[in-house]
């Protein structure tokens, strides 16, 4: 491949390496100079430009990337058509990623206009998650340099997801007094949420004394039964291969494979198996949503990647998983003193309570609902403000028209309010160090409410989130910092920013309001006649 200043007569053919603009011409980087646009850039008076001469055995750059995606990409996983000279590689299916590290470590090595990164090895990912990106640096490379790194990937793909296996989990509860059973049911639910990305199912509930004689029966009990996974939750903490647990296990005729992790939280997780069935003796971080060396773990097993002694040993480099929501993080900056967060609306449901009518586009003194709602944000000084849309969408932006606002499509706002709120935070600028998220059918939300929660987080930067409260229970909208944006993308369901809140703890600042508005929706025709009457 040439490339550098050429006469405007000889460009005809080759690629403009960067874009010309001359006298209403436009050649834009990457672009074909074509006899035409080669006679109006010399009338324009442009003598020579950049450009880029392919070369006998050569391969433009989005053929090259094809080639080598193609290679790559492995089962359960798709390529996006090239562009630019890259090629995004996809998760079809929800699983743990599976990459050939030696593969991509000798194939990044091959040569410098030859690249890919991908997400890390063994990563829970969803359907539709980027997991990994082919580039091409220079416009075109030798077919032969793509040869060598075909080679260097061999002939089984690189990238691929093993995807979640239907299973049942057998969930085991070891009790002693003082132990509330809601802390219990409180475990159950937040492991039902864990199994949901995999749609595995609870397949049993059993409470034990935490004495190692019942342990070991009901371990055997769940071994003979038709779970494929063995979970037990200890009413205290595994410290001894001699402990409750692991002694429970020997004596139900299980194994014992590993205890402890260099994983933080989770370090004080139990690694065994019985009758084939993996057995996990839990951490007491595995009660919390948060993720710790148990998601690890549970994850793999659900979809059938072996998980061993070595394999534990192995997860020490980046199983420090201390910055998490609710931990302090002073290297990350808080909401600068100057500048507005933005806004989001929510405004991508189906409004079944409502009946037939959409409940959003309803009139109310005078104009839509979500319109109260879009200009109440406006008129705090937020920007840019961003509709997330799904259900009737053409008639929520009508409902909209002429304010200054972004809409974002969320294709999957039926599954629940926690994908359009991941829809609304994918959308906002890098710049945007805080959002406040409202609810499309909160019309009586006024600006003043707004510009409060803004100026609470002003007078505490260290906070994450800032919440309205009305006698003591909490409202909406809420104030999120781009500290906690990265949980957002972990929500799932209907259940919003709420779980985040819970996680966060103290650095929640909580401001009391009088007014009702922040705890009154318009979900039912009733409500909305005691609206209008």
């Not at 880029?52 to 798709?78: C, F, H, S, W, Y």
């Not at 793909?157 to 299973?167: C, G, I, K, L, Q």
């Not at 499309?440 to 003043?448: E, F, L, Q, Y």
């Not at 007078?459 to 944006?485: D, K, S, W, Y």
């Amino acid at each position: 491949m040439q490339f550098g200043p050429v006469a405007i007569a000889d460009a005809i053919g080759c690629i403009a390496a960067h874009t010309i603009r001359a006298d209403g011409t436009i050649v834009k980087k990457g672009a074909t100079v074509t006899a035409e646009l080669a006679a109006k850039l010399e009338a324009a008076g442009i003598a020579e430009i950049v450009a880029v001469r392919l070369e006998p055995g050569d391969i433009d750059e989005n053929a090259a990337a094809a080639q080598l995606a193609e290679r790559m990409t492995g089962e359960a996983v798709t390529a996006e058509p090239p562009f630019t000279g890259r090629v995004n590689l996809f998760a079809a299916e929800a699983g743990v990623l599976r990459i050939d590290v030696a593969a991509i470590d000798a194939f990044n090595a091959i040569d410098e206009a030859i690249t890919v990164a991908t997400l890390p090895a063994l990563k829970a990912v969803v359907a539709g998650e980027l997991v990994a990106t082919v580039k091409i640096i220079p416009y075109a490379v030798p077919q032969a340099l793509v040869d060598h790194a075909l080679s260097a990937l061999g002939n089984v793909p690189a990238v691929s997801v093993a995807t979640y296996r239907p299973a049942g989990v057998a969930v085991i509860s070891t009790l002693l007094p003082g132990l509330k059973p809601s802390v219990v049911d409180k475990t159950l639910r937040i492991m039902r949420e864990r199994l949901e990305p995999a749609e595995a199912v609870l397949a049993a509930d059993q409470r034990v004394p935490h004495e190692a004689a019942p342990l070991a029966k009901a371990i055997a009990e769940q071994a003979a039964g038709e779970a494929d996974i063995i979970v037990v939750f200890g009413a205290s903490a595994i410290t001894d291969r001699r402990d409750v647990i692991p002694q429970a296990l020997v004596e139900a005729g299980g194994d014992v494979e590993h205890l402890g992790m260099p994983v933080d939280p989770g370090n004080l997780l139990m690694l065994g198996r019985i009758a084939g069935k993996p057995v996990i003796g839990a951490p007491g971080c595995a009660r919390s949503p948060k993720e710790n060396s148990f998601d690890w773990v549970l994850q793999r097993h659900l979809a059938g990647v072996p998980v061993g002694r070595a394999d534990v040993q192995r997860m020490g480099v980046g199983g420090l998983l201390m910055e998490i929501v609710s931990r302090p993080q002073p290297r990350a900056p808080g909401l600068p003193g100057g500048g507005p967060p933005a806004g989001i609306v929510l405004a991508a449901g189906r409004s079944t309570r409502m009946g037939a009518d959409n409940k959003l586009i309803q009139p109310l003194r005078g104009k839509p609902i979500l319109r109260h709602v879009v200009e109440a944000q406006l008129e705090a000084g937020l920007a840019p403000v961003i509709v997330v849309t799904g259900h009737q969408s053409a008639a929520v932006e009508a409902a909209l028209a002429e304010l200054p606002v972004r809409f974002v499509a969320n294709p999957d706002y039926a599954s629940g309010l926690s994908s359009s709120l991941k829809a609304g935070v994918a959308a906002l600028p890098p710049q945007a160090q805080g959002v406040v998220i409202s609810l499309g059918d909160m019309p009586n939300v006024s600006a003043a409410v707004i510009e409060r929660l803004v100026e609470a987080h002003r007078a505490r930067p260290e906070a994450l989130a800032v919440v309205p409260t009305l006698f003591g229970q909490r409202g909406n909208p809420v104030l999120l910092t781009r500290e906690i944006f990265p949980a957002v993308s972990l929500l799932s369901g209907d259940r919003g920013a709420r779980r985040l809140l819970d996680e966060a703890g103290e650095r929640v600042v909580d401001v009391p309001f009088e007014d009702p508005a922040i705890a009154i929706d318009v979900d039912t025709p009733e409500a909305l006649r005691a609206l209008r009457g």
